[in-house]
């Protein structure tokens, strides 16, 4: 339970749909999320790369990995918070992200921090 207490890094999402760079009759849906990522536990982490999984309605799933987050790596002190909006395109109107970021704390720790699954949706196509 202790290290628990010690890396504990929590991740949340908010979504949005962008309609203007969006075609549907192309299959293109674009969509908005802003991460919010907090060091909840007592040892400064950093953030050095990411891991994602983005599946749309038709279970065409994407990968995606790479360092850190928008060109950076953050040092989260406890208690602190980053946050950052990127975006990805869908070929449906509606599917999930999910996946981890890869931390190492500063006493050399290197973890994952999960990302819990998220929906993007066009508005109004999910009841």
């Not at 010690?6 to 979504?15: E, F, G, W």
């Not at 060109?71 to 999910?98: C, D, I, K, N, R």
Request: aromatic content about 8%.
């Amino acid at each position: 339970m202790e290290s628990a207490k010690k890396y504990d890094i929590s991740v949340s999402a908010q979504t949005q749909f962008i309609a203007d760079q969006s075609d549907e009759a192309k299959h293109r849906f674009v969509f908005s999320y802003t991460v919010t990522i907090r060091n909840s536990g007592s040892m400064p982490a950093q953030l050095i790369s990411r891991h994602w999984i983005i599946t749309d309605s038709h279970n065409q799933v994407q990968e995606v990995r790479g360092l850190g987050v928008i060109g950076a790596q953050p040092l989260l002190m406890p208690g602190e918070h980053f946050e950052y909006t990127s975006g990805t395109a869908l070929a449906t109107p509606v599917g999930t992200m999910s996946g981890s970021y890869q931390m190492v704390a500063e006493d050399g720790t290197q973890f994952d921090a999960p990302i819990p699954e998220f929906t993007l949706s066009v508005p109004r196509v999910l009841h």
